[in-house]
Every structure is written in structure tokens, then in C-alpha cells.
């Protein structure tokens, strides 16, 4: 099934004069260049002069991802005026917040005059690649595996785990991936964070959605963990492929319960958390896991736990094809309580105590 692969010799490249000169209405944009600083920054570079005072000079900019509108951002970078200038403007993510690796960036410049003269590069394309590493690729359907560490046989696995985890989400829900994939195997937890601009000290694992992007930290020694954490993670991309929608997302609890419940059969420690919490009388509602889990370790683990006992209850119960009528049901754009009751005919709270009833929780 794997169809090829290819070594990536990944080199910085200065793209210079990429459609120079421009030249409209006594403008000439001389020369640019850009130089991308994973994962922190990209420096984008222009000289241009004019018959008379440049005024304005800046930089439109957009990145090629999932979204219902277009949105194109603006730099305006700073320079004496003048009839010679070269100038800069930089992208700090620090501040914006950063991308996942191989993201797509568009831009061009424009330069305006003291005259009303105005003047613009043509749309270029930037690929924002993690240059610190050396990645080989495999490819097979609609995901793309990249890795660094480790050898073939080990990539093979991981893309085996990812086909099936893609082929047993459809068998339980009928859903399935709609678009291509990006899978990012960095060679540690430690690797995959130095390439995000805030981690969390606990990220192993991370799917950027909107870029149709996963990145997990992966060593050899890790292989069955990471059998897990990319079951999980195919799992969050595939459900948000086919619910994506301008309106209304999916809860948290259906969102990590179809995760957790794909991954397989719980471990202890989110399995000891829901038997304590089902003896106690301590589990948390349905309504309260609609809203993003709690950072606290124990509530987090519970959390998880009832989401992925939720999910198993419905689907025991009521079967895959309601699960995928829920599924399409979001995304319409419909409501939390609308898109249950339209599928199984009750609300939120119904399905807390029918799911509860069915664990023996008190």
C-alpha cells in the first residue's frame, strides 16, 4: 500500500527577485527576498525607488488553510520616505501564535507614492518547513507520513496504525477522511515542542485542524505509545473534516470520546478514575464535559474517561449509523441539545442520566 517515498533534503532558500523589476507609474520595485526562521519568525525583505517620495510600503500575507472566508493580513513596514528605500517587515509568532511546519504562506508587496502611484509584486508562495531536521517521506491514500528518526520499518508501522485507524473510525461511524493529511513524526516530545512557539511541558501530540496537520513526538523506543497517540490524533482530524462547519463545532466530550474510543480499550489510569468516580457518585455531567476539560490532572483524566464511556454507550446502543447521522447532524451547524434530539430524540441531560443508568453510577 505504501506507493513511494522520498529523501527531503530541506535547504533555506533566499528567494530573490522572484518577479522583478516591477515597475508602474514611475515605481520600481527592485529586488526582495524572505527569509522563514522556524518556528518563530519570517523576515521579508524589499528595495524599491521612485520618480518621487515613496510613502507606503507593505506586505500582504495569508496562509492556505480551512476556512469559510478568505483573510489576507496586512504588514506595514517602516522606512525614512524617500525615492530610494529598502526596508523590511518581519512576522514575529511569537506574538501572532505560530504554524505547523509545512505550512503554505502567500504574499506580495505593494509600494505607493507621494504622486498616487502605486505599484506590486506578484503572489508568491513561501513553504514554512522545520528546517532543523533531515525528513523522509511515505505516502499512502490521502496521508502523507514525514519522519527523521528511525528506520523504514518503523515508518511503515506508523502508517499502517494510521490507515487502520482511518478504516476502524469508518466501521464504528461511517466517517472518514475527506482530504490529504500531513503527518509529522518529530523524534521526541522535546523535539515536537521546540517546534511550537507555547507548549504545554506535557505535549506529545498535537492536530492542527485548520492545516489538515498532525504532529507527534515518536521515538523507536516508543512505538506502542505512539500506535495510540496517532490513532488518536487521525481521529480528531477525520471527525473535524466532516463536521467542519461556520457555525458550531462539536462538543469536547463527543470530540475526545470518538478519540479515546478509537485509540482502544482504556488504560488504567483514565479506567481507576471512572470506576472511583462511578462508586462515588463523582461523575461530571455531560453538560459540564460540553465545555473545554479541565487542566487539573484528576478532572482531566475523568474527563477523558466519561467521554470515551459516553461514545461507547451510544454506539453500543444505538449503532454507528445514528453516530454518523449526529456527526452530519453538527455539521449543519446545529446545536449541542438540537443535534441530539434530532438524531436520538433527547437532549443533553436525557443522555447523561440514560448513559449513567447504564454504568451503575449512583
Do not use: C
Not at 510613502?55 to 472566508?69: G, P
Not at 507555547?198 to 501530540?205: A, I, L, M, N, R
Not at 463536521?243 to 478519540?259: K, M
Amino acid at each position: 500500500m505504501i506507493k513511494k517515498i522520498v529523501g527531503l533534503v530541506i535547504i533555506l532558500v533566499i528567494l530573490i527577485g522572484f518577479s522583478l523589476p516591477v515597475n508602474a507609474a514611475g515605481i520600481t520595485i527592485k529586488n526582495t527576498s524572505v527569509t522563514p526562521s522556524f518556528p518563530g519568525s519570517i523576515k521579508f525583505d524589499i528595495s524599491a525607488q521612485s520618480s518621487t517620495t515613496i510613502t507606503d510600503v507593505r506586505l500582504h500575507y495569508s496562509v492556505e488553510a480551512s476556512s469559510f472566508i478568505d483573510v489576507t493580513a496586512e504588514g506595514v513596514a517602516q522606512f525614512t520616505p524617500g525615492t530610494s528605500v529598502t526596508t523590511s517587515w518581519t512576522w514575529d509568532m511569537v506574538r501572532s501564535g505560530g504554524l505547523p511546519t509545512g505550512t503554505v504562506v502567500n504574499y506580495w508587496w505593494t509600494v505607493k507614492d507621494a504622486s498616487g502611484g502605486s505599484a506590486s509584486t506578484t503572489l508568491t508562495q513561501l513553504k514554512f518547513d522545520d528546517t532543523r531536521y533531515s525528513w523522509q517521506e511515505i505516502t499512502s491514500g490521502y496521508i502523507n507520513l514525514f519522519w527523521y528518526q528511525g528506520n523504514r520499518s518503523f515508518a511503515d508501522t506508523l502508517m499502517t496504525t494510521a490507515q487502520n485507524a482511518v478504516a476502524n473510525l469508518e466501521t464504528q461511524t461511517g466517517a472518514t477522511l475527506q482530504k490529504s493529511v500531513n503527518l509529522y513524526i518529530y523524534g521526541s516530545s522535546s523535539d515536537l515542542q521546540g517546534s511550537m512557539i507555547y507548549p504545554q511541558d506535557w505535549t506529545g501530540g498535537v492536530t492542527f485542524s485548520q492545516f489538515n496537520t498532525i504532529a507527534i513526538g515518536i521515538s523507536p523506543s516508543q512505538l506502542d505509545w505512539g500506535k495510540g497517540a496517532i490513532a488518536h490524533e487521525m481521529t480528531h482530524l477525520v471527525i473535524h473534516q466532516i463536521t467542519d462547519n461556520p457555525y458550531n463545532g462539536i462538543p469536547p466530550w463527543l470530540d475526545e470520546g470518538l478519540a479515546m474510543y478509537n485509540q482502544g480499550p482504556l488504560d488504567t489510569s483514565f479506567s481507576n478514575a471512572l470506576n472511583i468516580a462511578i462508586s462515588s457518585g463523582a461523575l461530571l455531567s455531560l453538560q459540564t464535559l460540553s465545555s473545554p476539560f479541565s487542566a487539573y490532572s484528576q478532572i482531566s483524566y475523568l474527563s477523558y474517561a466519561e467521554s470515551y464511556s459516553a461514545v461507547d454507550y451510544l454506539i453500543k446502543t444505538y449503532g454507528k449509523d445514528k453516530m454518523f447521522q449526529l456527526l452530519d447532524a453538527y455539521r449543519q451547524g446545529t446545536t449541542n441539545n438540537d443535534a441530539l434530539m434530532k438524531v436520538y430524540g433527547f437532549d443533553t441531560q436525557t443522555l447523561t442520566t440514560k448513559w449513567k443508568t447504564s454504568i451503575g453510577a449512583k
